[in-house]
């Protein structure tokens, strides 16, 4: 998402040191120093961590006011920071600029989603994120940027989706991968998608709207989708009012 060390690096060449057969080799029994033992073989070099298996130790705001502005990646499990990549992908299909959308990150994380967001304009930006230390770091990241457009909430995504809430123009779903969160966020979203909004969800799977987990809400059409090494990302339309909005 590494090289294994050179085979036999550290150990001895064979038979370096050691005298050939025949060649004036002492004879056994006549009091010569018996044959140096050969060293043993040093062990092998455990092979370094493969490339993408552990999360970055920082991402970036790569758009908008804060561009080049660097996000800390807290040390929580299932933390999967959308790459800069993908990011910079999504924010193409969305046109750049967020000028006075209302957005919603569900699993902020880091806040890479969110904080792009408002970097580019959005007039509202709600980080939601269950995790103490990373909700921390979202206060502490939101201070650093004097940016009064974010609001970060320490809550579970349902919990925060129980209670009757504002309108968004762009939710962002990027739960931890093999968790059954799409499947219990998606029903409850139609209570705070705007008019027209959009979905950008990740997953470790391509979706299609009329299975599930998507087909927990009717109305949605897929506008864009791509592949990043594992993560499938996708960006979906509300095209109809959801049922229950």
Same mark, same amino acid.
């Given at each position: 998402?590494?090289?294994?060390?050179?085979?036999?690096?550290? #150990?001895?060449?064979?038979?370096?040191?050691?005298? /050939?057969?025949?060649?004036?080799?002492?004879?056994?029994?006549?009091?010569?120093?018996?044959?140096?033992?050969?060293?043993?073989?040093?062990?092998?070099?455990?092979?370094?961590?493969?490339?993408?298996? /552990?999360?970055? *130790?920082?991402?970036?705001?790569?758009?908008?006011?804060?561009?080049?502005?660097?996000? @800390?990646?807290?040390?929580?499990?299932?933390?999967?920071?959308?790459?800069?990549?993908?990011?910079?992908?999504?924010?193409?299909?969305?046109?750049?600029?967020?000028?006075?959308?209302?957005?919603?990150?569900?699993?902020?994380?880091?806040? *890479?989603?969110?904080? /792009?967001?408002?970097?580019?304009?959005?007039?509202?930006?709600?980080?939601?994120?269950?995790?103490?230390?990373? @909700?921390?770091?979202?206060? *502490?990241?939101?201070?650093?940027?004097?940016?009064?457009?974010?609001? =970060?909430?320490?809550?579970? #995504?349902?919990?925060?989706?129980?209670?009757?809430?504002?309108?968004?123009?762009? =939710?962002?779903?990027?739960?931890?991968?093999?968790?059954?969160?799409?499947?219990?966020?998606?029903?409850?979203?139609?209570?705070?998608?705007?008019?027209?909004?959009?979905?950008?969800? /990740?997953?470790?799977?391509?979706?299609?709207?009329?299975?599930?987990?998507?087909? @927990?809400?009717?109305?949605?059409?897929?506008?864009? *989708?791509?592949?990043?090494?594992?993560?499938?990302?996708?960006?979906?339309?509300?095209?109809?009012?959801?049922?229950?909005?």
């Amino acid at each position: 998402m590494a090289r294994g060390p050179e085979r036999g690096r550290g #150990a001895l060449d064979r038979g370096r040191g050691v005298p /050939e057969r025949g060649r004036g080799a002492p004879d056994r029994g006549r009091g010569a120093d018996p044959a140096p033992a050969r060293a043993p073989k040093a062990p092998d070099k455990p092979a370094p961590a493969r490339r993408g298996t /552990e999360p970055p *130790a920082k991402v970036r705001i790569i758009g908008g006011d804060w561009k080049r502005t660097p996000l @800390a990646v807290v040390d929580v499990p299932g933390l999967r920071p959308t790459p800069d990549r993908v990011r910079e992908t999504l924010f193409n299909w969305l046109g750049q600029r967020l000028d006075d959308w209302r957005c919603l990150d569900l699993y902020a994380g880091t806040g *890479a989603l969110g904080l /792009e967001a408002a970097s580019r304009g959005a007039s509202r930006v709600v980080l939601v994120e269950r995790d103490a230390r990373a @909700a921390n770091a979202l206060r *502490a990241a939101k201070e650093r940027l004097d940016a009064d457009a974010v609001e =970060v909430v320490q809550a579970d #995504a349902v919990t925060y989706l129980s209670t009757p809430r504002d309108r968004f123009d762009l =939710v962002f779903l990027d739960p931890p991968f093999g968790s059954a969160e799409l499947e219990r966020v998606l029903p409850r979203l139609a209570a705070v998608l705007a008019p027209g909004a959009a979905v950008y969800v /990740e997953a470790d799977r391509p979706l299609t709207p009329d299975v599930p987990p998507l087909s @927990a809400l009717p109305g949605l059409v897929v506008h864009r *989708a791509d592949k990043a090494g594992q993560v499938h990302y996708h960006l979906l339309l509300l095209t109809s009012p959801a049922p229950g909005a």
